[in-house]
Nanobody, 119 residues
Framework: QMRLVESGGGLVQPGGSRRVSCAAAGFTLDGYAIGWFRQAPGKEREFVGR????????YYADPVKGRFTISRDNAKNTVYLEMNSLKPDDTAVYFC????????????WGQGTQVTVSS
């Protein structure tokens, strides 16, 4: 079965850091861009950022730019989201998704991993 699996969520104190992972199972990420999204209870899903698999170019939403970094490991077929200087407002379920080059529709979605920022 072709799927994305997020991991690495948990509880972190304000100002701390956390890295979450997105691993592809059943397919390779070559030819895709990988997006990160997040959703807090009672709120709509928000775009966080994305990385192109081939050239590793990145783009970030304004609320996280300068604090979050997306990277990839081709050998592990995995994308990472490094979150620094975390704030309580960053608390959400974080999802990854894969979109094929030139497409406007994300083809695959992960189940999400919970990140809670609290003292």
């Amino acid at each position: 079965q072709m799927r994305l699996v997020e991991s690495g969520g948990g509880l972190v104190q304000p100002g701390g850091s956390r890295r979450v992972s997105c691993a592809a199972a059943g397919f390779t990420l070559d030819g895709y861009a990988i997006g990160w999204f997040r959703q807090a209870p009672g709120k709509e899903r928000e775009f966080v950022g994305r990385i192109r698999w081939t050239d590793s170019s990145t783009y970030y939403a304004d609320p996280v730019k300068g604090r979050f970094t997306i990277s990839r490991d081709n050998a592990k077929n995995t994308v990472y989201l490094e979150m620094n200087s975390l704030k309580p407002d960053d608390t959400a379920v974080y999802f990854c998704a894969a979109v094929r080059r030139g497409s406007a529709t994300y083809d695959y979605w992960g189940q999400g991993t919970q990140v809670t920022v609290s003292s």
